[in-house]
């Protein structure tokens, strides 16, 4: 489904990829884990469009989306969920989710926008109760929820979530977790990057490690997680 191959960026004269290579198939679950300043953020920006200083290439679904702006990734089924959420303090949960739509306006119709809403309130109940409220009044935990449901109402075939339990406390962190492993459930291909490495190594199929923007490990989750190397730098 997504291939990246040999990807560098870089932030004016700054270098933060080298030559980076991962694959993704559809319906797997891919964990990215590293320490702050890894390059995780800025390989899942190159692969949605958001920075387009780099060198190597991109292929989504067969088609080179190396050079396309994020516009236009989105609309062929890629969707990144970012770190810090993102979301439109002032507009209410049911606005958010609206806009999270926006790309479909064109192609679907009006009702299954409706349907894929309720789809989305039934997987996660609190939405709902809390759909008429603006989304700067949701605590921590239900906006990120609120982000991930935004993401879904983009219809996506690939689901790109940058640190999705960053600032959570315990509780939240576990629902949000286990709403990944359910979306992951219904078929959706996911790829997550995520700095709590036990959690995130353990609900993957396969997993990469960053270091100083180099892939430095790759393997199934379980491997990783039994690894010596990860266990010292990451899992202690």
Same mark, same amino acid.
């Given at each position: 489904?997504?291939?990246?191959?040999?990807?560098?960026?870089?932030?004016?004269?700054?270098?933060?990829?080298?030559?980076?290579?991962?694959?993704?198939?559809?319906?797997?679950?891919?964990?990215?884990?590293?320490?702050?300043?890894?390059?995780?953020?800025?390989?899942?920006?190159?692969?949605?469009?958001?920075?387009?200083?780099?060198?190597?290439?991109?292929?989504?679904?067969?088609?080179?989306?190396?050079?396309?702006?994020?516009?236009?990734?989105?609309?062929?089924?890629?969707?990144?969920?970012?770190?810090?959420?993102?979301?439109?303090?002032?507009?209410?949960?049911?606005?958010?989710?609206?806009?999270?739509?926006?790309?479909?306006?064109?192609?679907?119709?009006?009702?299954?926008?409706?349907?894929?809403?309720?789809? &989305? %309130? *039934?997987?996660?109940?609190? #939405?709902?109760? $809390?759909?008429?409220?603006?989304?700067? !009044?949701?605590?921590?935990?239900? +906006?990120?929820?609120?982000?991930?449901?935004?993401?879904?109402?983009?219809?996506?075939?690939?689901?790109?979530?940058?640190?999705?339990?960053?600032?959570?406390?315990?509780?939240?962190?576990?629902? &949000? %977790? *286990?709403?990944?492993?359910? #979306?992951?459930? $219904?078929?959706?291909?996911?790829?997550? !990057?995520?700095?709590?490495?036990? +959690?995130?190594?353990?609900?993957?199929?396969?997993?990469?490690?960053l270091e100083r923007g180099r892939v430095v490990l790759e393997g199934t989750g379980k491997q990783l997680l039994n690894d010596?190397?990860?266990?010292?730098?990451?899992?202690?």
């Amino acid at each position: 489904m997504l291939r990246v191959e040999n990807v560098s960026s870089f932030y004016g004269l700054l270098q933060v990829l080298w030559g980076v290579s991962i694959n993704i198939q559809e319906g797997e679950f891919v964990s990215l884990i590293g320490a702050n300043g890894s390059g995780k953020t800025t390989l899942l920006k190159a692969v949605s469009g958001l920075v387009t200083s780099y060198r190597g290439t991109v292929i989504f679904q067969d088609r080179d989306i190396s050079r396309m702006r994020a516009t236009e990734v989105a609309r062929l089924g890629l969707c990144l969920v970012p770190e810090g959420r993102l979301l439109y303090p002032s507009l209410t949960v049911v606005e958010n989710l609206e806009l999270g739509a926006f790309s479909r306006h064109r192609t679907d119709g009006k009702e299954d926008i409706r349907q894929d809403m309720e789809y &989305v %309130f *039934k997987l996660f109940p609190i #939405l709902w109760e $809390r759909r008429k409220q603006k989304a700067e !009044s949701l605590s921590g935990g239900q +906006a990120q929820v609120l982000a991930i449901a935004r993401g879904l109402m983009s219809k996506p075939k690939l689901l790109i979530l940058d640190e999705p339990s960053l600032g959570l406390a315990p509780l939240w962190v576990a629902e &949000v %977790f *286990k709403s990944i492993q359910e #979306l992951h459930r $219904r078929g959706i291909t996911i790829l997550l !990057s995520e700095q709590n490495a036990s +959690a995130s190594l353990g609900m993957a199929d396969r997993a990469y490690v960053l270091e100083r923007g180099r892939v430095v490990l790759e393997g199934t989750g379980k491997q990783l997680l039994n690894d010596e190397n990860v266990k010292r730098a990451y899992l202690t």
